[in-house]
Nanobody, 127 residues
């Protein structure tokens, strides 16, 4: 049984930083991609970033380029999201997701491609 467990959310002032973690269990990651999505109150879930497990290629939403960085630790089956220069509009529940079979050079931004989801972690950025 695949499980994704997120951690690292919290409250931070604008301009601050947070690092989210997502540990995957129940599966040996190979041709997978792991991604982060977020959902703010009253808004639809949106893609933030993702990384291909094999090769490490990444994709970022335009609104986080230069501020957020995704990385992975193969030995720990864990993906990280380093968020710097946070803005109040980054406030949302952040979800980790797993795409179990990716054939593209870059990970997919479409939530429908992802097969497993974490429970979400709240990130709140105060102004």
């Amino acid at each position: 049984q695949v499980q994704l467990v997120e951690s690292g959310g919290g409250l931070v002032q604008a301009g601050g930083s947070l690092r989210l973690s997502c540990a995957a269990s129940g599966r040996t990651l190979s041709r997978d991609a792991m991604g982060w999505f977020r959902q703010a109150p009253g808004k639809e879930r949106e893609f933030v970033t993702a990384i291909n497990w094999r090769g490490g290629s990444t994709r970022y939403a335009d609104f986080v380029k230069g501020r957020f960085t995704i990385s992975r630790d193969n030995a720990k089956n864990t993906v990280y999201l380093q968020m710097n220069n946070l803005k109040p509009e980054d406030t949302a529940v952040y979800y980790c997701a797993l795409d179990t079979f990716t054939t593209t050079n870059q990970p997919i931004a479409n939530a429908g491609n992802y097969d497993y989801w974490g429970q979400g972690t709240q990130v709140t950025v105060s102004s």
